[in-house]
């Protein structure tokens, strides 16, 4: 008989059978509240009716057209009406299927424009799991250990984490920004760096925003030294922090974007933004793969921008945002094991922590699971898992936020 590979680690014993906006069924049709949207991934809700048709009357026409040979209509439209959405000056795109891929697609494409071998990367990022993706990721061992060698010319300094250092978020500010220039001036020097790469609000490390300050100092020392500035929207983008890009919030710039989870409603796909004189710099053959830009994934994709316009998501995620985390905070204010609720929009999480004041991995597992129980299914970060996170659907409504809010108070 085969059977699953036991690496799979299932966080809940939930066999998904249907689902609508942030709602699931399993097989014995039990509901549940869907706080987790497959890790970011299905912000428009489950089997939203217009991404629905949209696949399907894209399936019905091409399913797969490869980019180099021959292109496609949604993947023509998808591109021109990726302006609406992307920042000026980053007018240049390029699809592939997944985060991880992406962030490699970033990396060689910042190595490729500046001749140069260095990442500088930051504590707490997540940035993928294939052997490059997993050698700029440092928000757990898990990722990283026993995969030796990984890339080389990679330098690790701080993220301005408040809750990491006990510090003010200005004090920690001045840290990590210190320690970035300790860093170039001792590990790898500013003519050897082609990139920071960066998430304005790390995710898999726990939910912590960056700093207006922060990367604000990222982009002076970029411009100063000619390194390139990325920034990894992959979890925070499409709406999810209650802005389109969770870089707004902070008046940052990126040189290169990356961009996945929500751009496609549950459809495998990916992209990265850039300059066109950035982009020129690649060479054809150096990106891409069979599978990039898939016709159905990039209809599903024009689709969801459809519906985050019409149906106000970006707002929506803002005003459940706010509604969600004053019910997680009186939530907190009520019980010492948590440390705090951070996060912004609906990327919102609430850190434990035992009562030596240490991260409590174990305390966030047991409210994941017995909130499972009790019809609401989270997901937990931080590189020692003590972070409960909740990301809901986009589409969320106020009654399924109390709901959820509700169920939360009597579970933790
Ligand atoms: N970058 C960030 C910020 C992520 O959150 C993730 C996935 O969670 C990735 C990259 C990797 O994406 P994928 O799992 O699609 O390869």
Not at 92 to 115: D, H, I, K
Not at 118 to 124: A, Q
Not at 135 to 148: D, H, I, M, Q
Not at 240 to 254: C, I, K, L, P, V
Request: aromatic share 6%; with cysteine.
């Amino acid at each position: 008989m085969v059977a699953l590979s036991p690496i799979l680690k299932q966080a809940t014993p939930v066999i998904a059978a249907r689902g609508e906006g942030a709602l699931l069924w399993d097989e014995d049709d039990r509901r549940y509240l869907d706080f987790t949207a497959g890790i970011g991934v299905t912000s428009t809700g489950h089997s939203h009716p217009r991404i629905v048709a949209a696949a399907q009357e894209q399936i019905a026409k091409i399913i797969h057209a490869q980019y180099t040979t021959v292109m496609h209509r949604p993947l023509l439209d998808l591109t021109e009406r990726l302006g609406e959405v992307l920042p000026q000056g980053l007018d240049r795109v390029f699809f592939a299927n997944s985060g991880s891929e992406a962030v490699e697609a970033a990396l060689r494409l910042a190595r490729q424009a500046t001749g140069r071998p260095n990442v500088v990367v930051f504590h707490g990022g997540f940035h993928g799991r294939t052997v490059a993706a997993a050698s700029l990721t440092t928000s757990g061992t898990k990722f990283r250990s026993g995969f030796a060698p990984l890339m080389a010319g990679v330098t690790v300094t701080p993220f301005p984490d408040p809750s990491h250092y006990g510090w003010s978020q200005e004090e920690t500010t001045e840290f990590a920004l210190r320690q970035l220039d300790y860093t170039l001036q001792t590990l790898t020097s500013p003519e050897d760096t082609a990139a920071f790469l960066v998430e304005p609000v790390l995710g898999e490390g726990g939910y912590v925003p960056a700093t207006t300050e922060f990367l604000a100092g990222l982009r002076e020392r970029a411009e100063r030294h000619g390194i390139l500035l990325i920034l990894d929207e992959v979890q925070t983008g499409w709406g999810r922090t209650g802005r389109f890009w969770a870089h707004e919030h902070f008046d940052a710039t990126a040189d290169i974007l990356i961009t996945a989870k929500g751009i496609a409603s549950g459809f495998p796909l990916s992209a990265i933004a850039a300059s066109e004189e950035l982009m020129s710099k690649a060479w054809p053959g150096s990106q891409g793969g069979t599978y990039g830009a898939n016709a159905v994934a990039c209809a599903a994709a024009l689709a969801t921008l459809e519906v985050i316009r019409d149906e106000h998501l970006v707002e929506n995620a803002d005003q459940r945002g706010k509604q969600l985390r004053a019910a997680l905070e009186e939530v907190a204010g009520q019980h010492d094991a948590i440390a705090g609720v951070r996060g912004l929009g609906l990327m919102l999480g609430t850190e434990f922590r035992d009562a030596d004041g240490k991260p409590d991995g174990a305390a966030a597992t047991r409210v994941q699971q017995a909130a499972a129980e009790n019809g609401l299914l989270l997901l937990t970060c931080g590189a020692w898992g003590q972070v409960v996170r909740m990301i809901p659907a986009l589409v969320v409504t106020e009654e399924q936020v109390d709901e959820a809010a509700q169920v939360w108070s009597q579970t933790v």
